[in-house]
């Protein structure tokens, strides 16, 4: 079948015993609008090969009977097409989804409304095709190469300390914490600090290897044979700068197995820190206390850390440091408030009620305890000429959106929005909250980082998106929505004006050049006027446009070379 020329498969369309199903691509966009029509109506067409104008020369008829096709492509009719529809076609149309709603008449939005409730499903839905290759996922390979086959210089080699906090919410973090409100203020913040996504293992890959969040399970190698590969190539660079590496805090420790397999935590880390934990200085020499760690309480990283800290940051420069503090994921926890106040009572909050109540005591027991941080560092060498990156990796709903909480799920602002500021020391001049026009990522972090200490040569390559906030103003940011396909497809780009919900097209993740446009909100999640809408009433080719001027930074992002 697949050998057969179009004139062969023109010659057999009409025949009854013709399989049309095992059609390729090729043979069906050959098909002329006589063949395509009879092919149809003989049935077994494969409909989603059709092309734009292959759909568009049907008409209502053959439109209608194939509306609820699940193969059918839907998002190519034209606007005669749309309003030729009975409104029973039409229904069923908007239910199975990719329709051009935009071509939708005055009179049968109504009727949709109406017959379907409040809103009745019409939003804006259609492809946003030629934005060109998605993002490369990173080859460790060259990654490696480039890292070893390169001489790296700083004038610059302060103390460094990453201080990240699980699933804290900068408005409460603000809200409840003197001491996160006072370093936030002080120091090289960001109003619109945003995850890569809604989960920790998004926003954490993209933190150590500045890519979008959509790539992060694939990036991770499958074959024990490419586990030199692994680690992060911006650790391997202050390996080389002579930087020591350690890390702190529970669920952050080495992954000292010989052999971890498949996508799990343990395995998931080595793409940080390298094949049994390689690039860590700590992890080699003091497992006891990855022991100690393991409790999941923040207050023992603390103490620990108030222990042994001074015994290792004995110099004022070439160490850099990873605090993880977990009390803000639940179970919420809040040992350290629990310390000043034991009415405060039960450290862990295990039952639905009171669960605001819960993460609110979290985050004023993780304020204390970044109190305590801040003020070890300070009394260790370097003080406050060091460098402190505060952040964290996304959010949490709190039953503002219905009965949601938690993260993951719907991308809701308060799922993706995250706390970043830089202390650059004392003598920096980088300081102050900037302006909500300037958006961040935790893909900003390391780039940022090593702008500042202007490492040369800089880290480049086809899979890298992360920029520095020093060089240049971010306007719109990329988030992912956590998801069990690999890798995620749903995503959310935002401005300081709109939020778009989007969809990367099905087929080749790595090579698709299209994203679905499901709906567009406010950047706190409320629906926008039809008058306002940047898409509807639109050509595709109009919204296009309009997107990639309104989000280009975040479309930049995912697709690298669409706004060239």
């Known amino acids: 079948m697949r050998t057969l020329t179009p004139e062969q498969v023109s010659s057999q369309i009409d025949n009854p015993d013709f399989h049309r199903d095992f059609l390729s691509k090729l043979q069906v966009r050959n098909l002329s609008q006589v063949d395509i029509s009879t092919g149809i109506s003989r049935g077994g067409l494969p409909l989603q090969y059709l092309g734009k104008k292959q759909v568009q020369s049907l008409n209502s008829k053959e439109v209608g009977a194939n509306i609820g096709n699940a193969s059918f492509r839907r998002d190519f009719l034209a606007q005669d097409q749309v309003i030729a529809l009975s409104l029973d076609s039409l229904r069923l149309g908007v239910k199975h989804g990719d329709f051009p709603l935009k071509h939708l008449s005055d009179a049968q939005r109504k009727w949709l409304t109406q017959a379907q409730g409040e809103g009745g499903g019409v939003k804006s839905s259609y492809l946003i095709e030629r934005l060109g290759e998605i993002r490369q996922k990173?080859?460790?390979?060259?990654?490696?190469?480039?890292v070893q086959s390169t001489t790296f210089s700083s004038s610059k080699k302060p103390n460094i300390y990453f201080v990240f906090f699980d699933t804290l919410r900068p408005d409460l973090a603000l809200q409840y914490g003197d001491t996160f409100?006072?370093?936030?203020?002080?120091?090289?913040?960001?109003?619109?600090?945003?995850?890569a996504g809604n989960a920790t293992v998004y926003s954490t890959f993209s933190l150590f290897h500045a890519v979008p969040a959509s790539v992060t399970y694939h990036s991770v190698p499958d074959k024990l044979d490419d586990v030199r590969k692994y680690g992060s190539g911006y650790l391997k660079i202050l390996k080389k700068l002579g930087y020591q590496i350690n890390v702190y805090?529970?669920?952050?420790?080495?992954?000292?197995?010989?052999?971890?397999?498949?996508?799990?935590?343990?395995?998931?880390l080595t793409s940080f820190f390298g094949w049994n934990a390689s690039l860590i200085d700590r992890c080699s020499r003091d497992l006891e206390l990855d022991k100690k760690f393991d409790k999941?309480?923040?207050?023992?990283?603390?103490d620990e850390m108030?222990?042994?800290?001074?015994?290792t940051i004995t110099e004022d420069?070439?160490?850099?440091?990873?605090?993880s503090l977990y009390n803000n994921h639940n179970p919420y926890k809040w040992g350290a408030l629990a310390r000043v106040d034991p009415s405060y009572g039960p450290k862990i909050m295990t039952s639905e009620k009171g669960h605001i109540r819960g993460y609110r005591q979290s985050v004023q027991s993780s304020e204390l305890n970044f109190k305590r941080v801040l003020n070890l560092i300070k009394s260790l060498p370097g003080g406050e000429d060091s460098i402190v990156v505060l952040f964290s990796d996304h959010g949490e709903c709190l039953k503002e959106h219905g009965g949601e909480v938690g993260h993951g799920g719907t991308p809701f602002k308060e799922r993706i929005r995250t706390i970043l500021s830089f202390h650059f020391g004392k003598r920096s001049n980088f300081h102050g909250v900037q302006s909500d026009d300037h958006f961040a990522s935790t893909t900003d972090i390391f780039p940022t980082l090593f702008d500042f200490l202007d490492i040369q040569p800089a880290m480049k390559g086809p899979w890298i998106s992360g920029r520095s906030l020093i060089s240049g103003v971010r306007t719109s940011v990329v988030s992912a929505q956590a998801s069990q396909s690999n890798p995620t497809r749903k995503m959310i780009l935002e401005n300081k004006k709109y939020k778009a919900w989007i969809n990367v097209d099905e087929g080749d993740f790595y090579h698709s050049s299209s994203f679905k446009f499901e709906k567009l909100t406010d950047p706190n999640d409320n629906p926008i006027p039809d008058a306002n809408n940047i898409c509807l009433s639109k050509s595709d080719?109009?919204?296009?446009?309009?997107?990639?001027?309104?989000f280009h930074d975040a479309i930049e992002d995912i697709y690298p070379h669409a706004a060239r």
């Open 306 to 311: 108030e222990r042994i800290l001074p015994k």
């Open 541 to 550: 080719d109009e919204c296009r446009k309009t997107l990639m001027s309104e």
């Open 249 to 268: 805090g529970y669920y952050w420790g080495c992954v000292s197995r010989s052999e971890p397999t498949g996508y799990g935590w343990e395995r998931f």
């Open 317 to 323: 420069h070439g160490r850099f440091t990873v605090i």
């Open 138 to 146: 990173p080859d460790f390979g060259a990654i490696e190469k480039f």
């Open 296 to 302: 999941d309480q923040d207050e023992i990283t603390v």
């Open 181 to 195: 409100k006072s370093f936030y203020e002080d120091n090289y913040s960001f109003q619109r600090a945003y995850g």
